[in-house]
C-alpha cells in the first residue's frame, strides 16, 4: 500500500492538480461521481481510473487538472474486489439487475466451491459481457444489449491471481479476488455458477484495491462535500501516486529541463525497456518517461514547464 503525504497536494503553480481516492457510493454512475468531484474543486478537468458499475462501490481514483495525463496509467493495473455471488440464478448482465436466465438447486454445490475456484485461479479465458463498454463498430456492447441484439465477441485471456472465499452461508459465497486488468467479476461470477450447475450473479461488488492503492486511502463523497474548502484540498493527493508502481529516475538540472521541453536524455547507461517516473534532484515530479535502448531516457507525458519551473537550468 502506498504511503500518502496529506501535506503535498500536488498543485504545482497553484492551480488545481492531483487525485482524490474516492470511495464511491453504490447506485451512482463512475461519470457522475467524476461530475460530483469536479464541481467540489472549482470545475476543473478531470477523469477517472476506470469505470466501475452504479451497483459497485470501492475505489475510483479521480484526477483533476493536469493530474488527467497519467490517469490512464492505472487501466494496465491489477485490481482487488471483494464480490458477494448468490447462486441458483444467472441473469442476463451477470448482477442482480439483470433479467433470469437459468435458475438451478444449489444443494450440494458448496461442497465443491473449493474445487470450482481453484479451477478459476491463474490464466484464464472469459467471453466478455454484451453489458459492458467493450466497443464493436464504434458502439458499446451494452447499447446493443440494451436494444435487444448480441454480436459476436472474442474470448479474452485475464489472469486471477487470487480467488479467496471468504464466507459462504445459504445461497451466498464471499470471494475476494486479486486480478489483471480487463477481468470481469460479473463473467467470472457466471462461469462459476455455470460450472457448478446451479447458476450465480454478483449481488454485491466492492473494489478494495487498484495496484498500490487501497480502499482504506479513500474518501466518501458525501464526507468529502460537507468538509470546509482548506479542508477538503487535504484529500488532494499527488499526481505521481498513479505511477506508485513504476520506478523512479531523478534527473538533473539539465536532464529536468530537456525532458520538460520534450528532448530525450542519455543516461550514460543501458536500462531495460519500460515507463518511469521522472523527479528533478530537488523532488519536484516531472512526468512520465520511457527507458529505450542505449540508454536512452524519452518523455512520454510531461508536465507543464511553468508547474516545475525550478528546473530551468
Known amino acids: 500500500m502506498t504511503t500518502i503525504d496529506r501535506s503535498n497536494p500536488g498543485r504545482g503553480s497553484g492551480a488545481v492538480e492531483g487525485v482524490i481516492l474516492l470511495d464511491k457510493a453504490a447506485g451512482m454512475s463512475s461519470n457522475a461521481a467524476l461530475q460530483a468531484v469536479r464541481r467540489l474543486f472549482g470545475g476543473v478537468k478531470g477523469g477517472h481510473t476506470g469505470t466501475l458499475d452504479p451497483l459497485a ?45 437459468l435458475r438451478g438447486r444449489v444443494e450440494g454445490c458448496l461442497e465443491r466451491i473449493g474445487e470450482t475456484l481453484a479451477a478459476f ?27 435487444g441484439q448480441s454480436v459476436e465477441r472474442r474470448l479474452r485471456r485475464v489472469t486471477v491471481y487470487a480467488l ?16 489483471s486488468k480487463g477481468t470481469y467479476i460479473r ?21 478494495t484495491g ?7 486511502q479513500a474518501v466518501g463523497l458525501e464526507t468529502l462535500a460537507a468538509l470546509a474548502e482548506a479542508d ?46 521522472l523527479y528533478a534532484e530537488d523532488g519536484v515530479f516531472l512526468g512520465l518517461g520511457a527507458r529505450g535502448e542505449q540508454g536512452l531516457l524519452r518523455p512520454k507525458r510531461m508536465r507543464a514547464l511553468a508547474a516545475a519551473g525550478a528546473c530551468a537550468p
Open 164 to 179: 479467496e472465499l471468504i464466507r459462504a452461508h445459504g445461497d451466498e459465497i464471499s470471494l475476494r479476488i486479486h486480478c
Open 57 to 101: 462501490t470501492g475505489l475510483l481514483p479521480v484526477c483533476l487538472g493536469a493530474a488527467t495525463k497519467f490517469a490512464g496509467v492505472l487501466l494496465d493495473t491489477d485490481k482487488t474486489y471483494e464480490a458477494v455471488v448468490s447462486l441458483g440464478l444467472a441473469t442476463t448482465t451477470g448482477d442482480a439487475e439483470g433479467e433470469p436466465l
Open 121 to 147: 485461479t491463474g490464466e484464464i479465458e472469459q467471453l466478455p459481457p454484451m453489458f459492458s463498454a467493450i466497443k464493436h463498430q464504434g458502439r458499446a456492447l451494452y447499447r446493443y444489449a440494451r436494444a
Open 187 to 207: 463473467t467470472l461470477a457466471h462461469d462459476i455458477g455455470e460450472r457448478l450447475g446451479c447458476g450465480a450473479h454478483v449481488s454485491a461488488l466492492r473494489r
Open 232 to 277: 477538503r484540498g487535504k484529500w488532494l493527493l499527488p499526481a505521481d501516486i498513479l505511477l506508485s508502481e513504476l520506478p523512479a529516475v531523478i534527473l538533473d538540472r539539465a536532464g529536468a529541463h530537456a525532458m520538460l521541453q520534450g528532448r530525450a536524455v542519455a543516461l550514460g547507461e543501458a536500462l531495460a525497456a519500460g515507463p518511469v517516473r
Open 210 to 216: 487498484i495496484g498500490t492503492l487501497a480502499i482504506g
